[in-house]
């Protein structure tokens, strides 16, 4: 019997995509650094991002830039990155009505809320003040877990966080990070969110059920039978 509902963040619950454009762009011009080594070397640094290796935006910046002979200016570091915490807050200002209603239901009918999203702190900077908040049981952000998806740690973490067993848990994500595998393999049920994607990007991933539009969850069998209960 289903317990609890887990969530991925972007992509699942908020997007940063509108009309196939970021809602949001930031420039890092003010760091004097070639835009495509940049890129490469944020990659690069990912899973540290993530699992909080690097305390903060500012010190990724600042490591960047010294495997570049650069000397870090400290302005232009604080500038970037308030201009990064800004797009990013716009997400959460945009909540899609369908996602708040499905959460309303889930939770008007006694399921637990969580939330599991890969995440670096200034990508969740706006989450406390934002509408979603209030409907989570426990929230579990990579960078303070020290663990990231697809890791079955950070799934079996936020089971017993919640006080759920993975068998009585259901994930939902946009299969970003491997998420899906993980959940599966942590014991969870894994159910593809493909609302907020672009057909060939949700093509992509197969073997888990697809869920066009949030309340598609209410139809899934595991659900369905526990909400109409």
């Not at 959460?103 to 890969?118: H, R, V």
């Not at 706006?126 to 579990?140: G, K, M, Q």
């Not at 998806?149 to 259901?170: D, F, H, N, W």
């Not at 939902?172 to 159910?191: K, V």
Request: charged share 30%; hydrophobic share 40%.
């Amino acid at each position: 019997m289903v317990k609890a509902v887990f969530f991925d963040l972007y992509e699942t619950l908020i997007t940063e995509w509108k009309d196939g454009r970021k809602k949001a762009k930031y420039s890092i011009e003010p760091l004097r650094i070639d835009k495509k080594i940049y890129k490469v070397e944020w990659d690069l640094r990912r899973e540290c991002r993530m699992n909080g290796t690097f305390p903060d935006h500012q010190s990724v910046l600042r490591d960047i830039l010294y495997s570049q002979g650069i000397t870090p200016n400290g302005e232009a570091i604080d500038h970037v990155h308030q201009e990064r915490v800004a797009a990013k807050s716009i997400p959460f200002q945009e909540i899609d009505h369908q996602v708040i209603e499905l959460l309303q239901t889930l939770k008007f009918n006694g399921l637990k809320l969580g939330l599991i999203s890969n995440a670096a702190p200034e990508e969740v900077d706006a989450w406390e003040t934002c509408e979603l908040a209030d409907y989570f049981d426990e929230v579990i952000f990579s960078y303070e877990a020290r663990v990231a998806k697809p890791q079955k740690e950070i799934y079996r973490m936020a089971c017993e966080k919640l006080g759920v067993t993975p068998q009585e848990s259901v994930f939902i994500g946009d299969g970003g990070s491997d998420e899906l595998r993980g959940a599966t393999e942590a014991g969870m049920t894994a159910l593809q969110a493909i609302w907020f994607l672009q057909p060939m990007i949700s093509d992509r991933i197969i073997g888990y059920p697809k869920l066009k539009k949030p309340q598609d969850l209410l139809e899934h069998e595991d659900i369905k039978s526990f909400t109409t209960c």
